[in-house]
């Protein structure tokens, strides 16, 4: 079983890697003894996590990247390959909403700015496809590596308000499916696609649509949520290092073009 999990020498990029799920995420892989690049377009943050992954014995560099410009993400690729060598594993986890794009009392359907939307839709979507675009022709030269995307459980069930978020994590799942299959048929069996749909997770960009800033209480949104979550919590963001793991590892060779809901079961719930 050790051997099926092994991520031992394995060389991960993690993109988002200075947020609150992925650097979870990029500490657990590197206790696993995994090489880790953590990319932020902030390098205090990727530093930050990188820092604490070598003061636990671990193997890390930050980079600063851009994941929405294709030089920066290729610069980014070259120093990685420098300091850790050829990359094994790509997490894309680079995500997120703006407040522009979230309809409210204040902003109805019909007045969101297209440049709002488009901006979210870049974030979660073209950010994915550019620094899959670089990373993975490695890979498909070498004929083997695995593709991590970071999804949503909006991507099934659009959340309210969130039109653009809900859109583009959809279509994260939709390529995921589709690239998939189109390097098992175009470049090597050995490269594997897959996702994971996070549920509801307290992040910075979510804690105070969900709980109050004030008292730390669930707001009605928060309440909502917690009553379509047949496990009754949010998530923490260790619960995604077990389904990371096997996704990344020789456990799932067989397994791509699949997106897995961590959500404690509010996709099973009908609300009845």
């Known amino acids: 079983m050790k051997e099926l999990f092994d ?9 988002g890697g200075g947020g609150t799920l992925c650097s979870t995420i990029a500490r657990a892989l590197a206790k696993a003894g995994a090489k880790i690049a953590v990319l932020s ?14 003061s636990s014995g671990g193997q890390a560099i930050a980079v600063q ?8 993400l290729e610069n980014a690729h070259k120093k990685i390959i420098s300091k850790l060598g050829e990359i094994d594993i790509l997490i894309n986890g680079v995500g997120g909403n703006k407040i522009e794009a979230t309809t409210s009392q204040d902003l109805s359907f019909f007045d969101l700015p297209a440049e709002a939307m488009r901006s979210v839709f870049d974030l979660n979507f073209l950010s994915m496809f550019l620094t899959t675009q670089v990373v993975a022709k490695d890979m498909a030269s ?15 069930r659009p959340l309210t308000k969130i039109a653009g978020y809900s859109a583009a994590k959809a279509a994260v799942n939709n390529f995921t499916q589709w690239l998939a299959v ?3 048929q175009n470049y090597s069996k050995n490269i594997r696609v897959n996702a994971i749909a996070p549920g509801f997770f307290l992040t910075g960009q979510n804690r105070f649509l969900l709980t ?8 009605p949104r928060g309440k909502t949520i917690i009553e379509h979550t047949p496990m009754g919590r949010f998530g923490q963001p260790e619960d995604l290092i077990g389904t990371v ?28």
Do not use: Q, Y
Not at 7 to 15: P, S
Not at 212 to 218: A, I, P, Q, S, V
Not at 252 to 259: C, D, L, N, S, Y
């Open 7 to 15: 991520l031992t020498d394995k060389v991960i990029v993690i993109t």
């Open 41 to 54: 377009l902030t390098k205090a943050h990727a530093k930050k996590v990188a820092d604490e992954i070598k």
């Open 65 to 72: 990247c851009d994941v929405l410009d294709k030089k920066s």
């Open 142 to 156: 070498r004929g083997k590596g695995v593709i991590l995307n970071i999804s949503s459980m909006s991507a099934f």
């Open 182 to 184: 189109h390097i098992c």
């Open 212 to 219: 109050n800033e004030k008292t730390g209480k669930l707001t």
């Open 245 to 272: 793991r096997w996704l990344l590892s020789d456990a799932a060779k067989f397994v791509t073009g699949i997106v897995v809901p961590v959500d404690g079961g509010f996709s099973a719930f009908s609300g009845v």
